[in-house]
């Protein structure tokens, strides 16, 4: 089944060449002047993946990405010509983004970023058909890939808080450094950075904490990294009912679940956005 990209952007250029690479990529995509046709479209249309350009005449790109984030669990790439520092970078990741891209940028890389943001995350469960971790009246369930709050609820999480969550769950109470988490989100385009990773954890505290931030689950050490605070309860099928997780039984176990390798990006010499 073909997956369904939007590419908005104002330059009328810029956007139909997007829309034309990623129709030869094996994609469906959907090209859009702004986000009013952006809107439309996405009233229409189940979209798996949304580009946008940071600059755009009348409504602001992080504007999107925000509007966006609000009602969907979609990855969006920002696209934009200018250079950006860190800190605005983070401002978008924080806004609802999962990638930037600056342009000049290769087709091929583009085409890479867009696959890499539509893998689903790759959890290895060693033993089990259905494994599932319970901390504190919720639950995790890797094979599915869901988050159930304790009323039994599904909560959306985005890939790459699904990444991290999973890494904090398999090692409870143990101290992870934000390079440990990053090594766990698969992420080949290497554009996030330990920066991305606070974002991310912000994201997950506000969905798991609801409204009690003085109890978070996820403890900050300070100069170091994340904890994950409540004991965690892993319950595979095909092995062992279940096991209570604490640090003594992740000293052998690691933090990193094995991942299919993805096709690393590579830069065209010409063809390249530069607009």
Same mark, same amino acid.
């Given at each position: 089944?073909?997956?369904?990209?939007?590419?908005?952007?104002d330059?009328?250029?810029?956007?139909?060449?997007?829309?034309? =690479?990623?129709?030869?990529?094996?994609?469906?995509?959907?090209? =859009?002047?702004?986000?009013?046709?952006?809107?439309?479209?996405?009233?229409?249309?189940?979209?798996?993946?949304?580009?946008?350009?940071?600059?755009?005449?009348?409504e602001d790109?992080?504007?999107?990405?925000?509007?966006?984030?609000?009602?969907?669990?979609?990855?969006?790439?920002?696209?934009?010509?200018?250079?950006?520092?860190?800190?605005?970078?983070?401002?978008?990741?924080?806004?609802?983004?999962?990638?930037?891209?600056?342009?000049?940028?290769?087709?091929?890389?583009f085409?890479?970023?867009i696959?890499?943001?539509?893998?689903?995350?790759?959890?290895?469960?060693?033993?089990?058909?259905?494994?599932?971790?319970?901390?504190?009246g919720?639950?995790?369930?890797?094979?599915q890939?869901?988050?159930?709050d304790p009323?039994?609820?599904?909560?959306?999480?985005?890939?790459?808080?699904?990444?991290?969550?999973?890494?904090?769950?398999?090692?409870?109470?143990?101290?992870?450094?934000?390079?440990?988490?990053?090594?766990?989100?698969?992420?080949?385009?290497?554009?996030?950075? =330990?920066?991305?990773?606070?974002v991310?954890?912000?994201?997950?505290?506000?969905?798991?904490?609801?409204?009690?931030?003085?109890?978070?689950?996820?403890?900050?050490?300070?100069?170091?990294?994340?904890?994950?605070?409540?004991?965690?309860?892993?319950?595979?099928?095909r092995?062992?009912?279940?096991?209570?997780?604490?640090?003594?039984?992740t000293?052998?176990?690691?933090v990193?679940?094995?991942?299919?390798?993805?096709?690393?990006?590579?830069?065209?010499? =010409?063809?390249?956005?530069q607009?």
């Open positions: 089944m073909q997956r369904h990209i939007a590419v908005v952007d330059d009328p250029f810029i956007r139909q060449m997007l829309a034309e =690479c990623l129709e030869e990529a094996g994609f469906q995509a959907h090209a =859009c002047a702004g986000g009013a046709e952006l809107d439309l479209l996405m009233g229409r249309l189940p979209i798996d993946l949304v580009v946008v350009d940071l600059n755009l005449d009348g790109g992080l504007d999107i990405v925000k509007r966006i984030a609000q009602r969907e669990t979609i990855p969006v790439i920002i696209i934009t010509g200018e250079r950006i520092e860190n800190a605005d970078k983070a401002i978008g990741l924080e806004f609802g983004a999962d990638d930037y891209l600056e342009k000049p940028f290769g087709i091929q890389e085409v890479a970023r696959r890499v943001s539509l893998r689903p995350p790759m959890i290895a469960v060693e033993r089990a058909v259905e494994q599932t971790f319970r901390f504190s919720w639950s995790l369930n890797m094979r890939l869901r988050l159930h009323d039994g609820s599904p909560v959306d999480l985005s890939p790459n808080e699904f990444r991290v969550l999973a890494a904090l769950v398999r090692s409870p109470q143990t101290v992870l450094s934000r390079e440990q988490l990053l090594r766990s989100k698969d992420h080949d385009s290497g554009e996030l950075d =330990c920066r991305a990773i606070d991310v954890v912000n994201r997950l505290r506000r969905k798991l904490d609801q409204g009690s931030p003085q109890h978070s689950m996820i403890e900050t050490e300070r100069g170091i990294g994340y904890i994950f605070v409540p004991s965690v309860q892993q319950v595979d099928i092995a062992e009912p279940h096991r209570l997780l604490s640090a003594t039984d000293q052998h176990s690691g990193s679940g094995q991942t299919a390798p993805g096709e690393p990006p590579s830069r065209l010499q =010409c063809d390249k956005v607009h």
